[in-house]
């Protein structure tokens, strides 16, 4: 009953800095846990980080933490991922996933997702 859309990705080099969008339709996002996940070629989904209802909480895979940020703004009905010192293994489609239970980095526990947004991080 939600209906998300990834936007914000694109070509950058290592170490600069890429901030991705999630916006929702059809539902309050004030709902639903949020999640970022991401996939690279021949690899499975893997979790990157998730926040809670309010944004009270947020979690993080071990291998982006420091360096990313996840937030919300539930007034825009958005979510949003910023991506500091980008190194080349976080190349991947990033998606965004919302989901009523909070098990941050399990997917099967998320009920809806977006199309995905390519991020290529170049030398």
């Known amino acids: 009953q939600v209906q998300l859309v990834e936007s914000g990705g694109g070509l950058v080099q290592a170490g600069d800095s890429l901030r991705l969008s999630c916006a929702a339709s059809g539902r309050s996002l004030s709902l639903y846990n949020m999640g970022w996940f991401r996939q690279a070629p021949g690899k499975e989904r893997e979790f990157v980080a998730a926040?809670?209802?309010?944004?009270?909480?947020?979690y993080y895979a071990d291998s982006v933490s420091g360096r990313f940020t996840i937030s919300r703004d539930n007034g825009d009905n958005a979510v949003y991922l910023q991506m500091n010192s980008l190194k080349l293994e976080d190349t991947a489609v990033y998606y965004c996933?919302?989901?009523?239970?909070?098990?941050?980095?399990?997917?099967?526990?998320?009920?809806?997702w977006g199309q995905g947004t390519q991020v290529t991080v170049s030398s």
């Open positions: 926040i809670t209802r309010s944004g009270a909480s947020t």
């Open positions: 996933a919302a989901g009523t239970k909070w098990v941050p980095n399990n997917r099967d526990y998320y009920n809806y």
